[in-house]
Each structure stands twice: as C-alpha cells, then as structure tokens.
C-alpha cells in the first residue's frame, strides 16, 4: 500500500456540533465546519485522506469504529462526554485494534473532577487536551506518524 493511501477517520461525538455558537471561552469560536475543513487541508499536506464523522448518539459511534477496521488505518476521536462514560466505546476501539489518539478541545484535567477520568485514555495511543482545535491538529499528525511508523 503506498503512503498517501492512508485513511484516517476522524471522529467528534455528542454536542460537537454546537461548536461557535455555544460556550466560545471554553470551546473556541470555530465551528465544526471549519475545523474539518482545516483537518482536510492538513491531510492534504501529509498525503492523507480524512474523513470526519459527527454523532449525538453512542451508538452510531460505535457501529462507525466497528466499520472503520475495513477501510482506515487509525483514528482520531474527540469522544465529548461519552469520554467519561463509554465503556461501549472503549470497548469499540479495543475491538477494531486500530491506533487511535484521543483528542480535547479543553484541558479536561483543569475542569470539573468528573472529566478528569477518560475510558479511552488507556486504550489509545495517546492524548491531546487543551489545545483548542489545534488539539485536533496534533492529533492527526500523531497517528499518521504512529500509522508510518508501524508500516
Ligand atoms: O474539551 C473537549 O473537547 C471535550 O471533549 C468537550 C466535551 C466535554 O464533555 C468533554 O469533557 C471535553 C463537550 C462538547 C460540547 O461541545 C459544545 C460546544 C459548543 C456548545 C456547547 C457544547
């Protein structure tokens, strides 16, 4: 397979899609829109193709990490609040055995204590946090270097 055939899924669960109407001082202005569209920019510059998937639902979440095995080789997901809840996902992702790296938008670490603990944190590559969209960014060169490095 050559290089620029990686895929990376790019996943964003429950209330992403609110970014830059809502809370601006904790999640940014930027909307979910324009991050994508920076995502593909960036995949572009490393010769990879993304595809970004945004749900509300648990499980729409964890039927696109189940699928995602067939068609990309790493994963990047910004879990939202089921990051402190899923065991369904962790549990996705264990199953796929795809690399994934976790991002944030916030520090989960400087919030409340009930974000402070991921279900994911242990069974990725990986975490980002605090970095506003740049955190999405960083997560996406991480796993295409993890991706290439496991080649
Ligand atoms: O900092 C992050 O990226 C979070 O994953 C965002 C989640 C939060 O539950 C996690 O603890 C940390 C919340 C996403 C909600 O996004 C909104 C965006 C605009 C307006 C309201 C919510």
Redesign the pocket.
């Known amino acids: 397979m050559s290089e620029n055939n990686i895929k990376i899924l790019i996943l964003h ?12 001082e ?2 940014g202005a930027q909307t979910l829109e324009a991050i994508n569209q920076d995502l593909s920019q960036l995949a572009r510059e490393l010769e990879v193709q993304v595809d970004c998937f945004q749900s509300n639902s648990e499980g729409e979440l964890v039927d696109k990490i189940q699928q995602a095995k067939s068609e990309y080789q790493g994963v990047v997901i ?7 809840s899923s065991i369904a996902l962790r549990d996705a992702l264990i199953a796929t055995g795809l690399p994934a790296v976790e ?6 670490y400087q ?2 204590e ?2 402070h603990h991921s279900y994911l944190a242990s069974v990725v590559v990986g975490q980002i ?2 970095f506003g969209p740049q ?1 999405y960014h960083l997560g996406l060169r991480a796993i295409v270097h993890q991706v290439r490095k496991g080649k």
Do not use: D, K, Q
């Open positions: 669960g429950p209330n992403l899609n609110l970014l830059g109407t809502r809370e601006p904790i999640y910004n879990a939202a609040a089921y990051t402190h991002v944030h938008l916030s520090n989960i919030r409340e009930f974000r946090s605090g955190s």
